[in-house]
């Protein structure tokens, strides 16, 4: 067969794959869950569009304005983080075609992937997915660059560089664990390439208009990692940190032990040795500022395309071993399955929780075990919230002087996702519905949701502002995150509620 004939023949598996790892990401999702919490704000974000944000970076947004044109549904919502997973899959299949690699490698790539955490983080839209694609692109532009001097993948490298960052600032630690890692090996002759200063310089120039939005708006992203710092990543242990790196591939643990192998003992892997120390050195930066274990996530597609080259070159013709390996690596994932995604309903979870609980999965960023996984409790009730919130909303006769405010952003993006009136418009004092408020005209009425255990359940607070104060639902779904939150209708003000909005705003304002 000759290359260009045995090239298409390998694409062909290719294509199998990509088609899989997009049927998975539906396939294994059950309908009783509705969308994220977090993936509610981002799908907003497109009705705000801005150079920032102060909770991600702008990418993100343009993605939810094609969502939005493609009509906003939770097919196209699931697509997208679908499609970087799939794109990132392609990415570490042509590392491994850099590498030489056999067809055999190429599809023990493939079914490495798929078989992994990412086929989970592949469902959620959040800039995690495109994250990692970004990632594995650096790593695949590098090694092309290494394996033959052409100066675009220089360029390439630095357009997904700025592209990453528009993502998600998360990659900036790559940028870091990169630079002592290429300096330690013969590959550091790249920084005396005019080249790489001119990929540099375009690379700030793309990301200039996001880097001035932060200057004007006094870097909001310091204060959110502040609060991350203070709310999420106070219960994440160093410890855990480095474990979860070993648990979130357990089923790929013989490909990933044999990238670690071949950077050690494998000839043709030495050139390439700047990899691994990357790894090494993102991890250590990680685990500094007790970050959490996904973040790293980025760093695996790399090293699974090494160790599935190296991994072929062992086994060589051994076709019996190789057939093991992937039964392996497949039956072990069909295992874990319902552990790591939502294929089951809240009901079985709970009656299987020891199952669960054993590996962790019921662990909260409070440090405490609860009913379901986290992103699954954050996956519940939306639907029940927005409904009690339509039914206030259709209550007030002038909704032109109505505000919806809710407690936290999961509350109004999901109210403005599932709500029958388009243009509801809730916002909250948190993330960036901060600054999302519409005071147009004089509010007359306000309807209010609170979160559960609350100080103040009978709005004794608000009483002298409003004739009347009407206590309209409370979500009763035991499994959402959410579980207890009212709603209240507060009609007739008294007050100027805009100019005392516009104070707890500028006060919460000047608090970030």
């Given at each position: ?22 049927i998975l990401s539906y396939a294994l999702v059950n309908e009783v869950y509705e969308l994220h919490r977090d993936e509610f704000l981002h799908l907003d974000q497109a009705n705000h569009l801005a150079a920032g944000f102060t909770s991600v970076p702008p ?315 986290q992103d699954y409790a954050d996956m519940q009730g939306w639907k029940e919230l927005a409904a009690i919130v339509d039914s206030a909303y259709s209550r007030v006769k002038d909704k032109s002087a109505v505000v919806v405010r809710t407690d936290n952003y ?103």
């Amino acid at each position: 067969m000759n290359r260009s004939k045995s090239g298409n023949f390998d694409y062909l598996f290719l294509s199998v794959f990509i088609l899989l790892k997009f049927i998975l990401s539906y396939a294994l999702v059950n309908e009783v869950y509705e969308l994220h919490r977090d993936e509610f704000l981002h799908l907003d974000q497109a009705n705000h569009l801005a150079a920032g944000f102060t909770s991600v970076p702008p990418l993100t947004s343009l993605f939810s304005i094609i969502i939005k044109f493609l009509g906003n549904g939770i097919f196209w919502v699931r697509f997208f983080p679908a499609l970087f997973g799939a794109s990132t899959m392609v990415f570490a299949w042509l590392i491994v075609e850099r590498l030489k690699g056999s067809l055999y490698a190429k599809c023990l790539l493939a079914v490495a992937f798929v078989c992994s955490v990412f086929i989970r983080l592949n469902i959620l839209y959040q800039p995690n997915s495109f994250d990692v694609l970004a990632w594995t692109a650096m790593f695949y532009c590098l090694i092309s660059y290494f394996e033959n001097n052409k100066p675009k993948y220089l360029y390439y490298f630095a357009i997904w560089v700025a592209l990453g960052f528009l993502n998600k600032y998360n990659i900036l630690f790559l940028v870091l664990g990169l630079l002592p890692a290429i300096l330690m090996t013969s590959k550091r002759t790249v920084f005396t390439r005019k080249h790489l200063y001119f990929a540099i310089a375009a690379a700030l120039l793309i990301i200039s208009p996001n880097v001035i939005w932060q200057i004007t708006h006094h870097f909001p992203v310091i204060h959110h990692m502040k609060e991350l710092a203070e709310t999420q990543l106070v219960h994440v242990k160093r410890v855990d940190f480095f474990k979860d790196q070993i648990l979130s591939f357990v089923n790929d643990i013989f490909v990933l032990l044999a990238a670690f192998i071949g950077f050690a003992i494998y000839k043709p892997f030495r050139k390439h040795i700047w990899v691994i120390l990357a790894y090494i050195f993102t991890l250590l930066i990680f685990g500094y500022f007790n970050a959490k274990a996904y973040y790293a996530l980025g760093l695996y597609p790399v090293l699974l395309a090494f160790g599935s080259v190296y991994l072929s070159e062992v086994i060589g013709k051994k076709s019996i071993l190789a057939s093991l390996l992937m039964v392996f690596i497949i039956s072990f994932f069909a295992y874990i399955t319902p552990i790591m995604m939502p294929v089951y309903s809240p009901e079985h979870i709970a009656a299987n929780h020891k199952r669960y609980e054993r590996v962790g999965a019921l662990r909260w960023e409070d440090g405490k075990n609860h009913d379901l996984p986290q992103d699954y409790a954050d996956m519940q009730g939306w639907k029940e919230l927005a409904a009690i919130v339509d039914s206030a909303y259709s209550r007030v006769k002038d909704k032109s002087a109505v505000v919806v405010r809710t407690d936290n952003y999961g509350q109004a993006g999901a109210i403005n996702y599932y709500s029958r009136y388009r243009n509801i418009n809730a916002v909250s004092y948190n993330a960036d519905y901060l600054y999302w408020f519409k005071m147009d005209k004089p509010i007359k009425d306000l309807i209010l949701i609170r979160e559960a255990g609350e100080a103040d359940p009978q709005r004794k607070k608000e009483k002298p502002f409003f004739n009347r104060i009407t206590k309209i639902g409370e979500l009763k779904n035991r499994w959402s995150r959410e579980k207890g939150a009212s709603v209240f209708l507060l009609e007739g003000a008294k007050i100027d509620v805009n100019s005392r909005l516009k104070s707890e705003i500028e006060e919460r304002q000047n608090d970030h």
